[in-house]
């Protein structure tokens, strides 16, 4: 069980609450850097970057109907973002959090219209959003108890996972939970009115408030909670954690399992508030866009909520900008690139500055 | 030995600052070619500081480094190598992963094939002349510390060089070891090699050095001159050493003898009872095997040994940490199968001596590492969710009263120095109400003051009433706490003598190997 | 079995196989390297592109199969001096650097694809193939294992250079010193940042290299996405593998053999949904990590930045 | 007025995207209406865009992807915008569009069937799609009309491999190493992979590979092998959608591509010889007189089914 683990545990003598003002701070100017860099490539494909950006303020922040689509984007981001907390701050590196999100929707999608057809929904959805986060953690187990058992590195058996869960969904649909009345192999659909209820004349639904409680519950688990502690210490120094007779094995379990429920769980929600239902190309990949946004929020629940509102006005915006402007839809993925990039850039230098401070 | 008149190395005026220290605070010192210069100071004093600026690891903030007279910016460890200043670290400088004889050859340049024949031979000679027996084939990570730290100081031999930095080289060594390394300072004195030897025993440090420094809170607060030093009568000069470390009167120097035995009558309430205890440690695969003695209550029993004979894995089965067979009954209660929370709420309690591997969580505070064992339990948590006052609280009190040197509690254990990290761990053992302690190393790496205040500790715990195990390969230490005291070798507890005058005889016989089996 | 299975269809089976397996073999080989010194680069799919995009323009320029494997591994490293830059040099987070590689070199290849090619979609010639005399004789199995473009051959090679490197020479052990416990390494005077820059730029090259490798041989054209995935599936043959790297060919070639027994099975008539055949590559590495995992332990300071002298 | 198109892929692909989009352009052209191109929007979830079009004015949308009909039914409801998609048509608001052309790939069999040398075609597709499905096994009629023994390797690159040209290349070669000199492909930025194939490799008996590709026009980078193409020209149908929704009975017809406007229909290359055209031109007549019947099969086990049981007949 000895691994490299600093790196994704982070050097966090018990973060202040607001410790995320400095990283914010900082997110300024490597933002400003990456447009900059950005727009010269827009202009080297020979569009008007100002144009470009205004629209995605325009369309992803300032008009109410982006407003909205930036809010609903964020639901699956941020659920994603607090099982991401509880692993990494745990050392533990649950890169299977894309399948167990594939997991989660499609045991909602399986369930939730039979169970809206036979329940009322409000017993209906949060059924389907249990099951869905039981099928999240069931698909971490695996890799859970290879690492727990035998100390098999969970990355590799994760990542395996995920590549399974996608095909795995894929023929469950195609083969058995396929929506006859559909050509499209897709599961049955839930309908509208029997998804979540949205906040009264928007697109949002309750699924923000169900995705801000539970990246909060995470972030508060870890930082002040007895079992956060815990977990983070099997982050930190597994053998300190044998040694205070924390039970390795089991804490990895729970770390990995309880991981694995949120990424069920985050499927479960966006299905039931957004989807409806399930599409055997259904792998959106989420994780890989959250991870990098977890570590630039320093596993912060409250810096998550930031950089996932920040990066959903940005794919939101940037979709229709790029419609408008005649811009290739890749191009957004340069963008990110350089934001990212810029961004750790900026996260890096806060680090030295809290290093000097302390 | 005449010390040659020009030094080899020599700092001026250096300064190093850490976030919240002031490390060293304008140091100067001068190293001469074929003398041993002794370096004492207390725990952070700034010993460690100092050479890993000789040894190009840490730059000076102020102040200039010379060798030869001329002034070098040491840019790296390998500028110091080729400088000829050669260090062996006071934490383990060895890749775990490679074998010995890989680790004794790296460094050579990238694209040429390394030759093990001729190593694993010079190794073993080497070794032999060290009088430890080390596979040069061996994975480092199954080597017990103390081996790690004699590969290094063997590497560090063979590459010779002009100057040769020990920082606490002795602390994991026998005394058999100690005598061999004192030797072998010699042999390199002899060719010219400068020796910088870094220890908290005073006796070491007078047996071998030709010159003594002493650095206090990062100051260079003076030291003994050669001539002085021969001149002087050694119960003087220790003297006046323990004067300059702490002031005046503040350490006894006999309390770096570690202090006269005291006979006690003691309660016959066995406390602790273990019967053929066997196991063996899956991390560094060394084991014991059939240890059976019992403590009584207020009594304090020793077990004397060479590093690397099986101490380490028996403390951790009397822990809970490794599983074993036999039978640990503690205050009569049979405690069965390895449980180390179990056990720690039953009042068993492990002083570690792998503070940073195991002991702490280098990256939380002190504060946090103060309570590591006690996580979910009131007063510090409620309804699971912590209590930072409470904790703080806590940790603030041990704090002073253990005389952490450190910026705060707040501080990640991590920065502190070896010593300070220590005290951290026996506050954190010592508080509560424990039952049985056992001790591993308690003192290792602790200066005099420390030491002293240490053994205090260890005696007033056992005088109220704790039953203690005292696991150290300083036979002093053991000689001077213990009202018993039980001998292993090769893994196996060979014969428990009481002690007294004779004890120390006996002991030494136990140890040589020289009566077998006669356990009392 | 159906008649259709003759020899020739075996032959373009196995061909197949090896070429598919072959650019995760290369990407696979520089991801190990780059692991064992510490560095995690999660950027290899980025740089397959970056490589693949280079390879098929440089041929497409004239300048051969060969110059367009050097192209793509130029560019491949040159792409990795990022890494080199913020992760090694200055410690940055390498998981942000390197998904932010991935996503700005797949976004921009896609871009210039558009720009450069979408109206058009050249097509390079076939690369010529060369025969191993006996071997590509034996019957079925000779003419598609024995007969490929000689780059297939190096590329194959370099496996076994690697793992010469690793077990015969100092910059083996320094390698994995640097990956294990760099201030070891430090402290025996050999430069760390120097050791992991040299690694990553290698991962870089080989996973350029492994890009263009599957442009000019593999599909003979570039189109956006192209690599879909084979950078990650590298990185975890790369793990699996440790410091093994013909374990690194055996795992690309049986992916390669999944993917032919798909179209093997599917023209043959039998009906095998794709999904689960899709699957099989990635349950038989569940299988090697259940039987050999343990082995599948990473090296203790593999994302840790390091900073000498630092507690 | 303003019609939208929303697109999975870039429009540069001479296939599926393409053609919507430029059906679209022309239809906008032909009916005096503003359109909106939102291209390379992914198979992901694209109710945002649905809306801010409905929002920006578009009073015509085609979702046009098949994974785009759930969304697209709900948002034309939610915003009473008009939206076309490949499920049924619910008017007066959803209407289905069927583009399937069946019958233009039985011609492409008929075609193929006549061509082939080796006596073995293969059928290469990106995924198993309906439209695919319906083509496959139009073309396998097509085929069967012609002559029982003729073999059929049906191949899929993947579950949804539209941009894997590595993986395109190599199966179409080894199709083709089987022995068939035909290959009829399906699959987006994928057919630029079997194209490639077809140019690169022969079936071990040494004849020459034709391509025969759909949807779109690859005639300007043709190198010599492109034999056909089963063409979907999407502008009649669009522009009969905006007249339709003008005339307010939107939906209550569906809309689809038809051999009598020449909206579904094979591409003539100079490759095809004049005789066998003429036969072509007869066969579309028959079926257009509805002598010939083509059935359309949408199901992936049926698809194969066609296939596989054909081998069975053919040994
Ligand atoms: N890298 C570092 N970062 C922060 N603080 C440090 C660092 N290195 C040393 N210090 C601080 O500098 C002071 C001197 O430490 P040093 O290790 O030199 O003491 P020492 O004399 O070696 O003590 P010991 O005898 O316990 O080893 C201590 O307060 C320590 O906390
Ligand atoms: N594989 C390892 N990983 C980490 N630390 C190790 C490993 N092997 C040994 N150690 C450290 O070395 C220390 C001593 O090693 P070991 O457990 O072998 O003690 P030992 O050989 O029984 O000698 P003794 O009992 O006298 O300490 C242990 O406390 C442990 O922290
Ligand atoms: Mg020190
Ligand atoms: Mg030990």
Redesign the interface.
Known sequence: M???T???TGATPAAPRFGFLLPLGLALLPVMAALVAAGL?LLV?GSDPIEYYSYVVQRGLLRWRGLQATVVNMVPLLILGGALIVSFRSGLWNLGIDGQYLLGTLTAGATAPLLAGAFPSIVALPLAMLAGAVAGALWAL?PAL?RAR????E???G???S??AA??T??AI??WLKDPASLEPQTLTLPVEDRLPLLAGTDINIGIFIALGLVIAAHTLMMRSATGLRFRILGLNPAAATHAGLGVPKLTLSVLCLSGALGGLAGAVELTGVLGKMQ?SWHPGYG?AV??LV??ARMNGWAVIVFVFAFSVLQIGSASAATRLGV?Q????????????F???S??AGERLRAKKV | MTAAPSPVVSLREVTKRFPGVIANDRVSLDFFPGEVHALLGENGAGKSTLI?ML?G??RPDEGEIAVDGAAVAIA???HA??LGIG?V?QHR??????TVA??L??????????ALGGVRARFREAAAAFGVSVDPDARVENLSLGEQQQVEIIRALWRGGRLLVLDEPTAMLSPKGVEELGAMMGRMKALGIGIVFITHHLTEALDFGDRVSVLRGGRSVGGIAPETLTALPRADAMAEVVRLMFGTGLASAEAAEGGAHVPRALPNTKMLEVVGLSGRSPRSGSSFEDVSFHVRKGEIFGIAGVDGNGQTPLAEALAGQIAATGSVVLDGRELGPANVALRYQLGLRYATDDRNGEGMV?KLPISTNMVLKEIGAAPFWRRGIERRAAIDAHASALFAAHDVRAPGIHTPV??LSGGNIQKVLLARELSGSPKVIVYSKPTHGLDLRNIEATRRRIRETAEAGVATVLISTDLGEVLALSDRIGVMVRGRLVGIVENGPEARLEVGRLMAGITEREAA | M???F?E??L???L??AI??ALPLILAGLGEQMSERA?V?NIGLEGMMMAGALAGFAATLAGLGVWGGMLAGGLVGAAVSV?MVL?CVR????????G??????????T??MH??WY????P????AEKIALPGLSQIPVLGPGLFTHHPATWAGLFVALVFAFVYR????G??L??AG??P?????????VTRTRSVAVMVAGAMAGLGGAY?AVI?????????T?GAG??A??LA??ARDRPLWVVGGALLFGFC??A???L??G???V????I??LP??A??AV??LF??N??????????YH??Q? | DTIAIVTPE?G?D?GWNQQGIEGLEAAAEATGTEAIIAQGLGYGNVRPTLRELAEDGAQLIIAHASGYSTEAIEVAKEMGVHMVTGNPSEPPLVANYNLTAEKGAYLAGVLAAKMTKTKVLGIVVSS?SPNWNAQSAGFAQGVRAVSPEI?L????I??A?Y?????????T???????ADIIFGQGN?SS??M??AV???T??SGEKVWFIDVIGDKT??D?GHLLSSVIWDMAPVFTQMVEDVRADVFGTTTYALALEDGSQRLLQTDHIPAEIWAELEAVKAQIMAGEITVDLVLEP?AT?AM??TT??AA?
């Open positions: 000895t691994e490299s600093e790196f994704i490539v494909l695996p290879l035998a100390g098999i590195n990355v590799i058996s990542l395996m996972m590549l399974i095909s795995l894929a023929a195609k083969l055997a890989f991870v990098p570590f630039l290739p890749d191009f957004t993925l340069v963008l990110v690139g350089f934001l990212l990039l961004l750790a850039l996260e890096y | 890993s040894a690891v840490q790296s460890p390998r190598l080729s260090t670290y400088m060895l890749v775990p992963t490679l890989e680790n050859m790296l460094g050579a340049p990238w694209w040429r094939r390394p280098g991590g920065r | 159906p008649p259709i003759n020739p269809f032959a373009a089976l061909t197949g070429i598919s510490g995690m990022i913020f200055q410690g940055m987070n390498q998981i942000i650097v998904i932010a590689i991935t996503l700005g070199a797949t976004g921009v896609s871009l558009n720009a979408s109206r058009t979609y097509r390079l010639d076939a015969q020479t100092f910059l052990l320094n994995a010193s294990e416990k201030d070891a390494l430090d402290a025996a005077g050999i430069d599957m593999g599909s003979g054209i570039f189109v956006p996405h192209m879909g990650y599936i990185i975890v793990m699996l993917l032919s798909t179209t093997a599917q023209v008539g039998i009906e949904p794709t999904d689960f899709q699957m990635f349950l590495v569940m990590l259940v995992g343990r599948a332990r990473l090296p203790r300071a593999l994302g840790q930045p000498r002298g507690r | 870039q540069t001479f198993e073999e390797r049906y191949a899929i993947g579950p491999a941009a894997d040209v590595a993986g395109a290349r190599r199966v070669e080894s199709v083709i190493a089987s022995n930025g630029f992979g194209i490639q140019e690169t490799v079936p071990p300007s980078i190198k086990a194969r296939m596989s081998v069975a040994e």
